[in-house]
């Protein structure tokens, strides 16, 4: 028979779980939002119809070709059906036209887009903007930088963005964010107003906390 300590302990460790489980949720929702902004916004460029349900409107792949037509300048034939099999072979195009243009992807599939896998479907999103907005981004203001790799140069502006928050040192795109004090910092440089308290409100005591005015900003 389980004692008290260990159903404590039980109970407590589900808790955890559900706390992480609720942040992973949270975070992936926060991606979502911004990433379905950024994706309509390319396509008001090309009066492409936007979406509504990322995961949901990119698994046949005809979003992500119109996406990478308009990212490219070129003409990408879509598959006429609506099969899985043509869904398959929309998304492999996709993955081929991002190969061909040095887009780093890892360990994501055609199968990972059409079965809707939320996590893998940020991460080609993530990387499409990392390559063609970031880039250029970082390209145009930061061209001093010896830099090829996307990530360090994204680093390197990141860096400069919070070096006057002497609580945020960036070191990676992991665990450098978890305490959201990166993010804020961030935001305050760029949008100072969001902020009703002023700069201390970049340090609310909870992680949680510090979700709102990013939540704010990107509602």
């Not at 949720?25 to 916004?41: G, L, M, Y």
């Not at 006057?164 to 992991?174: A, Q």
């Not at 902020?195 to 949680?208: D, H």
């Amino acid at each position: 028979m389980a004692s008290h300590g260990d159903i404590a302990e039980g109970g407590a460790n589900e808790e955890f779980n559900d706390i992480i489980k609720w942040r992973s949720d949270e975070h992936d929702a926060v991606q979502q939002k911004t990433f379905t902004k950024w994706i309509n916004a390319q396509f008001s460029k090309t009066e492409k119809t936007p979406i509504k349900d990322m995961f949901s409107d990119l698994k046949d792949g005809r979003k992500l070709l119109d996406l990478l037509e308009g990212l490219t300048g070129t003409v990408l034939t879509k598959e006429r059906g609506s099969t899985r099999v043509h869904a398959l072979n929309n998304v492999n195009k996709v993955l081929q036209v991002l190969h061909q243009n040095n887009v780093d992807l890892v360990n994501i599939g055609g199968t990972d887009i059409v079965d809707g896998n939320h996590k893998l479907t940020l991460g080609l999103i993530w990387s499409i903007i990392l390559h063609w907005q970031v880039k250029d981004i970082m390209k145009d203001i930061m061209s001093n930088l010896q830099q090829t790799n996307s990530e360090k140069i994204l680093l390197s502006w990141v860096r400069q963005c919070t070096r006057s928050y002497p609580e945020v040192n960036v070191l990676n795109f992991t665990t450098s964010w978890a305490d959201g004090l990166a993010l804020n910092s961030i935001l305050h440089h760029f949008r100072p107003n969001a902020f009703k308290a002023g700069k201390q409100v970049v340090r609310l005591s909870a992680p949680v906390e510090r979700l709102g005015p990013l939540l704010r900003a990107v509602g």
